[in-house]
């Protein structure tokens, strides 16, 4: 309906009430429709694709995070070394923390002695050793990787029930500074008993990481 002055015509208002609401449907579904990642894909950097920002009051917000906060900070954590003269607890130990959030940042040796001899500072957050080793034990393997790197942490996986005095006795090594004493009194917090839980030892390996 048109009402005529003149040469002009003033539109009714209703028409372009219409057109309004027509216009407000169209951008509703076309967000609706349209994958918000792929129209306002932003990385805040280039190692954090797993992020992405849309536009908002006062620049861009930071909305999806995939990743669990915790999982991702053992992952930029340092390697794992384990140790351990049985083939088949170094590769189950392998598997099981690379099929669990560590692929490609675990190293196995079965020689304490090549373990030593390829130890590089800067590069591991945690050891896990062996203590029942021929050639060297764990321990005395322990205290030669510290004169190279103190810094990682440690978990020791044995076989033996965890009592000070049995443990003292099978393995009679100077201890000038008193650190195996004192890694031996720890109440059981710096060892593994084998067999291990998947998830204990799992989460071991995360508490230590994040440590």
């Known amino acids: 309906m048109h009402m005529y002055r003149g040469n002009k015509t003033v539109t009714n208002s209703s028409s372009y009430c219409f057109g309004k609401v027509v216009t ?50 053992c992952r930029q954590r340092k390697r794992i070394l384990i140790v351990d003269d049985d083939l088949d607890i170094t590769f189950t130990f392998k ?26 500072p800067g590069v591991y957050g945690l050891l896990i050793i062996d203590i029942a080793m021929p050639v060297m034990d764990g321990f005395r393997l322990y205290q030669q990787i510290k004169q190279i790197d103190n810094k990682p942490n440690v978990l020791f996986a044995t076989a033996y029930y965890l009592n000070y005095e049995v443990l003292r006795g099978y393995f009679p090594i100077k201890d000038e500074n008193n650190e195996i004493d004192e890694i031996l009194g720890d109440s059981g917090g710096r060892f593994i008993k084998k067999p291990v839980h998947v998830n204990e030892l799992v989460g071991r390996v995360k508490s230590e990481l994040l440590s």
């Open 24 to 73: 407000i449907i169209f951008i509703i579904v076309f967000f609706e429709v349209m994958p918000l990642k792929s129209i306002f894909s932003v990385p805040i950097k280039p190692e954090e694709e797993h992020m992405f920002g849309v536009p908002g009051l006062g620049g861009y917000s930071i909305l999806i995070q995939k990743q669990d906060e915790d999982e991702k900070q």
């Open 95 to 120: 598997m099981i923390l690379e099929e669990n959030g560590f692929n490609k940042q675990v190293d196995t040796y079965n020689e304490p002695l090549v373990a030593l001899q390829n130890f590089k």
